[in-house]
Antibody, heavy 120, light 107 residues
Framework: QVQLVQSGAEVKKPGASVKVSCRAS????????IHWVRQAPGQGLEWLGV????????DYAQRFQGRISMTSDTSTSTVYMDLRSLTADDTAIYFC?????????????WGQGTLVTVSS | DIQMTQSPSSVSASVGDRVTISCRAS??????LDWYQQKPGKAPKLLIS???GLQGGVPSRFSGSRSGTDFTLTISSLRPEDFATYYC?????????FGGGTKVEIK
């Protein structure tokens, strides 16, 4: 069955970086995009960007440009999201989700989420 | 960016009630609108894609519709397991954007 398994919770200090992983199984890794979405405590959903595992191309939300990177390792079917220069506002649960490699595709399977806490 | 305005932000309803949730896009997005259900401590779950496409395993009491840039999620007869927060999301263009959410609470 399709699974996206994310790395464990992280606690970081302001100004630090965090790297969250998302390991896919149960489907052909290179046939789907991986999106990243976050949710601050008690808040709604915010899209961070997408990576195309087959080739490594990316599209990032404008507000994160310059401090976010997404990479993929096809040998382990794993995608990584790296967020730098963290502030308290980056405290959130970070989700990965897959989507078909077609325009307008939906986020049909999600990881379990990774809590990132930024605190001094 | 396309803004998604969802209403109401919360609704109190009883089992068996009909519930409607609205979502308005700031510009035309054709039918590229999805609905998700999220329960506390869980990831969102895709319910409906492309305005009205019910996902496999989702009960038929859920339905979606569209009028121009206005979209509606309807739960025809609320069940106990439907108490959750619902989000709309446009997939017309990047950046993908979500509505603010509607929490369906027990009356």
């Amino acid at each position: 069955q399709v699974q996206l398994v994310q790395s464990g919770a992280e606690v970081k200090k302001p100004g630090a970086s965090v790297k969250v992983s998302c390991r896919a199984s149960g489907y052909t890794f290179t046939s789907f995009y991986i999106h990243w979405v976050r949710q601050a405590p008690g808040q709604g959903l915010e899209w961070l960007g997408v990576i195309y595992p087959d080739g490594g191309g990316t599209d990032y939300a404008q507000r994160f440009q310059g401090r976010i990177s997404m990479t993929s390792d096809t040998s382990t079917s794993t995608v990584y999201m790296d967020l730098r220069s963290l502030t308290a506002d980056d405290t959130a649960i970070y989700f990965c989700a897959r989507a078909w490699q077609t325009p307008h595709s939906d986020l049909d399977y999600w990881g379990q989420g990774t809590l990132v806490t930024v605190s001094s | 960016d396309i803004q998604m305005t969802q209403s109401p932000s919360s609704v109190s309803a009883s089992v068996g009630d009909r519930v409607t949730i609205s979502c308005r896009a700031s510009q035309g997005i054709s039918t590229w609108l999805d609905w998700y259900q999220q329960k506390p401590g869980k990831a969102p779950k895709l319910l409906i894609s492309a305005t009205s496409g019910l996902q496999g395993g989702v009960p038929s009491r859920f339905s979606g519709s569209r009028s121009g840039t206005d979209f509606t999620l309807t739960i025809s007869s609320l069940r106990p397991e439907d108490f959750a927060t619902y989000y709309c999301q446009q997939t017309d263009s990047f950046p993908l954007t979500f509505g603010g959410g509607t929490k369906v609470e027990i009356k």
